[in-house]
């Protein structure tokens, strides 16, 4: 299955999510490239929107291969078997971390401004995400949520490995995913158009959400 941007995946996820119990939902986007995905879910289930600021941490000299993630409250998930596969420990990725945890402030002070994160206690919360390779974010996202009390957590993405569906459906109470292939690769090779989400565009997404219909 192939997606032409987050947008028309947002649309897609948002209508299977559609057809599930998900009374009194409240949508979570993992920013940044998860917001549009989420806005468009929001859309079609016709629920809130908000932010979970999470950061992945990289793995030292391929940034992109995450062992790990950080997120709001002080959550921390680092996968330790990645890291003894590779022969890292903990103490290799503390600059990473340190750097992350900057950046993540900066990012919830941008994202959210003066306004208050939504109340998720006693609520089904569905976190989006444009897709999940290893599921790091995603856990760690999952963990920040257990410390709100919500009655309900599902975490619904357009496309993700098998690994990191198995891994993250021990976790929540439903994970929904339009596509988990065999021979999946990342997530942007699932999508036509897989560019990178601004800081602005989040922000103007979440500003419109917020706004009275």
């Known amino acids: 299955m192939r997606f032409t941007d987050r947008t028309e995946a947002g649309r897609r996820l948002g209508e299977e999510l559609a057809v599930h119990d998900l009374d009194d939902a409240l949508v979570l986007g993992l920013p940044r490239g998860g917001v549009p995905v989420a806005a468009e879910v929001a859309g079609v289930l016709d629920a809130p929107l ?17 062992v ?80 709100l009390a919500p009655a309900r957590t599902v975490l619904a993405v357009p496309v993700a490995s098998t690994a990191a569906v198995d891994r993250l459906d021990e976790v929540v109470d439903d994970v929904v995913v339009l596509s988990a292939p065999r021979d999946f690769l990342a997530v942007g090779a699932h999508y036509d158009d897989f560019g990178q989400t601004s800081d602005r565009e989040v922000t103007e997404l979440l500003s419109s959400a917020r706004r009275p219909q």
């Open 68 to 147: 790990g993630a950080i997120g709001e409250g002080g959550a921390e998930f680092i996968d330790t078997s990645i890291l003894d596969r590779m022969g890292l420990s903990r103490d290799d990725l503390q600059g990473t971390i340190a750097a992350e945890r900057d950046e993540l402030r900066r990012r919830v002070e941008a994202y959210r401004g003066d306004a208050a994160p939504l109340d998720v206690a006693g609520r089904t919360v569905v976190v989006v995400d444009d897709g999940m390779a290893t599921g790091a974010s995603a856990r760690v996202a999952v963990q920040v949520l257990r410390e």
């Open 50 to 66: 908000d932010v979970l600021v999470v950061r992945k941490i990289g793995a030292p000299r391929n940034p992109e291969f995450a």
